[in-house]
């Protein structure tokens, strides 16, 4: 298995360019997280997705929209790149239950946006 | 805001040494992770708790529900423990998907 796999791992865009970052699992997971890490700061949650077809707004959702088409795959797009969203983006995921799962990392996307 | 405090926020060690790091928040909590990133970027989960202790290989996890306090040690560090470690909790509440991080523990294990 892959795992959490992202594409691309390095992006530089200018401002107001658009770009999407993809996230894919093969594990089966039912829930999906995007993430951005800052320097000096805890990883912050940017969207999160329960399942297939479902989406919803973490701590820092400005400037990014998600879509979660199939189960497998969960894409955070910037429609107008600003300086602010130069970060490195993780995305993970983990299984549904009752009792909380560990979150599965993908490598990091590190996008520099000038 | 609910946060999670981690101390120190770098650490440097002599290789064999026992380490200690800390992570304190605020209100209850349903899980507590304790997770590592190399220094290549990647991250990996090390221990989910809930209560008690849990023990793999080196590395053992402690949480005291009552204080709102868990700590991560290294028994015998070697220089590949090197690394960020990251303290997260799940705060309890209907709903609650998501998970708030501490800053990291950034550790330097010395030959």
């Known amino acids: 298995n892959a795992g959490v796999t992202q594409t691309p791992k390095f992006r530089v865009l200018k401002t107001g360019q658009s770009m999407t970052l993809l996230c894919a699992q093969d594990?089966?997971?039912?829930?999906m997280y995007w993430y951005r890490q800052d320097p000096g700061m805890g990883l912050r949650l940017i969207h999160y997705s329960v399942g297939e077809g479902t989406t919803a707004k973490g701590e820092v959702p400005d400037g990014y929209n998600v879509s979660r088409l199939k189960k497998q795959n969960f894409l955070l797009g910037l429609e107008s790149a600003a300086p602010s969203q130069t970060s490195v983006y993780f995305c993970a995921s983990n299984v549904a239950g009752v009792t909380y799962n560990e979150q599965f990392f993908g490598p990091g996307t590190r996008l520099t946006v000038l | 805001k609910n946060e999670v405090e981690q101390s120190p926020q770098n650490l440097t060690a002599q290789e064999g040494e026992f380490i200690t790091i800390n992570c304190s928040y605020s209100v209850g909590i349903s899980a507590l992770h304790w997770l590592q990133q190399h220094p290549g970027g990647g991250i990996v989960s090390l221990f989910m708790?809930?209560?008690g202790k849990k023990k793999h290989g080196r590395l053992i996890a402690t949480i005291n529900i009552q204080e709102k306090h868990s700590s991560l040690h290294i028994t015998a560090s070697h220089p590949r423990d090197s690394a960020v470690y990251i303290c997260a909790v799940r705060y309890s509440g209907a709903g609650s998907y998501q998970l708030t991080f501490g800053k990291g523990t950034k550790l330097s294990v010395i030959p």
């Open positions: 708790l809930s209560s």
């Open positions: 594990m089966n997971h039912e829930y």
